[in-house]
């Protein structure tokens, strides 16, 4: 009787381990099969990877955001060093953690007989500008114009700093 019992179990427990393992069957029984475990992991993990991204630029700008006002709050009044020039309006060619970036966009557009300057922002970022104009219209003329130039090298994301915006160092 005890072998019986044990016989039953032993047999209910491989069947138990057949159904669960077995894709064909797992299927005719409308269960999900591995190929559809691992895609919903996978898709899982690229949902997750998403938000963790959109989270990061959404913190981002939070900081940003909360620099900003910061910055506007305080009493304190940026004066423009001459080496970024008196003009309000700089195109931005490029924007670099890394000094070494930084100085190789320099040298890039000397050679290409440009003058660019280098603006130091609060956050240690380098950004190089191009030219400057005291009316935003030409700024943006200027910068619309050498995104659509033939030059060897144009990135495709240059914009324009509003040096009221103060985030860059004096």
Request: a neutral charge; proline letters at 1%.
């Amino acid at each position: 009787i005890i072998m019986d019992k044990i016989k039953k179990i032993a047999l209910l427990f491989a069947i138990l381990l057949a159904v669960t393992s077995c894709d064909w069957l797992r299927s005719k029984l409308g269960m999900a099969t591995s190929n559809e475990i691992e895609a919903l992991k996978r898709e899982q993990e690229r949902v997750d990877a998403q938000k963790r991204h959109n989270d990061s630029i959404a913190k981002a700008l939070e900081d940003s955001l909360a620099h900003v006002a910061a910055m506007e709050l305080s009493d304190q009044s940026t004066i423009i060093s001459s080496t970024h020039g008196t003009k309000r309006f700089h195109v931005i060619i490029g924007s670099f953690k890394n000094d070494s970036n930084t100085q190789r966009m320099l040298s890039r557009l000397k050679k290409a007989e440009y003058t660019p300057v280098l603006i130091n922002f609060k956050n240690g970022f380098g950004v190089v500008s191009i030219c400057s104009f005291d009316n935003v219209t030409d700024a943006f003329n200027e910068k619309n114009r050498f995104l659509n130039s033939e030059k060897e090298f144009v990135p495709e994301d240059i914009w324009v700093y509003d040096m009221n915006q103060r985030l860059h160092t004096n």
